[in-house]
Nanobody
Framework: QVQLVESGGGLVEPGGSLRLSCAAS????????LGWFRQAPGKDREYVAT????????????YNDETVLGRCALSADNTRQLSFLQINDLRFEDTAVYFC?????????????????WGQGTQVTVSS
């Protein structure tokens, strides 16, 4: 079992930045990937980014090309217990609840239904 808790959301003006955190506990050694998704009111859950770990511990980052490419940066510590999603140049359309999710097996990382564990989410509101 893996437990995930997001934090760092809030109210920010357009053009601002936020750093979201995802704290993982439990069997973090089983995590293959940590993904970020977001869901705005009345919309489907949308893929944002994923960080995967290779067998040698190296990480690879993937981003949604259509919505956040060039504005986001992923990072994590070596224990996989803490990861971060930095979002810059925030726009009104970035307003959503942001979720982190853990994947413990190889799968298509952009598909939310394949993730094994989810956090409760953190609200990001972009408003002037």
């Amino acid at each position: 079992q893996v437990q995930l808790v997001e934090s760092g959301g809030g109210l920010v003006e357009p053009g601002g930045s936020l750093r979201l955190s995802c704290a993982a506990s439990g069997r973090t050694d089983t995590i293959y990937a940590l993904g970020w998704f977001r869901q705005a009111p009345g919309k489907d859950r949308e893929y944002v980014a994923t960080l995967t770990w290779g067998r040698d511990g190296d990480t690879t980052s993937y981003y949604n090309d259509e919505t956040v490419l060039g504005r986001c940066a992923l990072s994590a510590d070596n224990t996989r217990q803490l990861s971060f999603l930095q979002i810059n140049d925030l726009r009104f359309e970035d307003t959503a609840v942001y979720f982190c999710a853990a994947l413990t097996h190889f799968a298509v990382i952009t598909t939310p239904t394949v993730y094994d564990y989810w956090g409760q989410g953190t609200q990001v509101t972009v408003s002037s």
